[in-house]
């Protein structure tokens, strides 16, 4: 094999060459680093990169560790020591890391090298990374199109071949929805499964950082590393987490899969509902029995996210004012003038737009009848989980309603754009976990663009999850598809 085929490998694939010794850690780097300057002026995933420390990192690397010497790329609202940490967002432009997130130590203690921060939309706010303050990503299918948000760049940089794995966030879909709109694996994992220590809060009581893969073997890995309780995170659950890769391979026989009625729609695209009713049938064929079910109160969630997960970002972004770090308006007359002018030129549009809402629903006199009804109702969309999830073992949807749409093409209309994750913030809003596998394609334009398949697990369940996902991958090709990007070689 050549240092310019190594990037084309998965995690699994790489770590056995490294462990048999037939390639370093330091060559490893050295055909990321190739790579990534051949085809990331045009798919524009990463915002920094550094790739000296990896190099370095590379040197002493234990190839014998878990995931040693594997490079993994971090979206950029995670903290890693040394390296910039924006959020994509002007009002951090010049601020670096002072600490590791809890999700890099725990990746450098199985031997992993994060080496670069990827693009992502402002505060991992949108779903299409389009929000972000410092450059446009591109899908790798389709380079007029958006790669989905707000894990875009990683979601990219991983169906590049620019990266063997990334971590990302997910407050309402942001892991799956573009690892759906590139054709690769997205993992949501149990609120309070993986720490938060160490990740800019957009939403607190949402949020959640997993990994995005080219199959789901390279995302059990992973979650191997990262999962655990962590002391510096009160969220953070002190469960015992199990070997990830020990049910992949199993059958589906005895397996119940549940099919929502309310996830299959009018105005999904046509070729996703065909995708995923195909899917369905393969499952079945597999041995996994389908289930009709009902999830009554999913037509409220989009609702319920954007009044509690704009609450709840208003008060986490009202630490960047212009005094401790970060942009800070020049020549300001007062103290009240530093903080609005700081603000208004730090922050973006779409952050704006939530912060202007997340105040009107706390404002005095409507707080009631938003942010506490809005409460109420995403326990009864707990419930209907619950509930369901004592008749299945897991749910399946589309991940997206439709494949990746052309840049600009939602950007006026906010309310589109929030449709986008109209499959997956419900997952978010229980807390469950979740994961997108590659199911199709929709021809579109003469383009070859991606279709996500969903499935949805109970609380602390990511290996059934993985071992359903594992299964209907391991007997399709749909993973094995590379974007035309793939092709490109040095001269």
Known sequence: MTQQDLPALSIADLQLLLRHREVSPREVIDALRARIELVDQEIGAYLSLDMESAANEAEKANVDLPLGGVPIAIKDIVSVIGQPC?????????????????VIRKLRAAGAIPFGKTNLDEFAM?????NSAAKLTRNPWDLARVPGGSSGGSAAAVAADEAFGALGSDTGGSIRQPAALCGVVGLKPTYGRVSRFGLVAFASSLDQIGPLTKNVRDAAMIMNAIAGHDPQD??????????????????????????????MIEG????????????????????????EVSLPTTEYAIAVYYILA??????????????????????????LDLYGRTREEGFGPEVKRRIILSTYVLSSGYYDAYYLRAQKVRELIRRDFAMVFEKVDALISPTSPVPAFKLGERA????????AD?????????????????????????????IGLQLLGKALDEARVLQIAHAYEQSTDWHKARPPIASTTLE
């Open 310 to 335: 704009t609450a709840e970002a208003s008060a986490n972004l009202a630490r960047f004012d212009g005094v401790r770090y970060g942009y800070r308006a020049e020549n300001p007359r007062d103290m």
């Open 234 to 263: 009160s969220t953070a659950l002190n469960e015992p987490v199990p070997d990830y890769t020990a049910k992949l391979g199993n059958d589906l026989r005895g397996i119940r899969l549940g099919l929502p009625k309310q996830y």
């Open 268 to 291: 999904i695209d046509s070729e996703v509902k065909t995708a995923i009713k195909t899917a369905v049938k393969h499952l079945n064929s597999l041995g996994a029995e389908i289930i």
């Open 86 to 102: 924006t959020c994509a967002s002007k009002i951090l432009q010049s601020y670096r890391a002072t600490y590791d997130a809890t």
């Open 422 to 450: 109209i499959f997956t913030i419900a997952a978010n809003l229980a807390g469950i976990c979740g994961i997108s596998v590659p199911c199709g394609f929709a021809e579109v334009d003469g383009h070859r663009l991606p």
């Open 412 to 419: 006026a209309d906010p309310l589109q754009m929030y449709l």
């Open 126 to 130: 949108g779903s299409s990374t389009e």
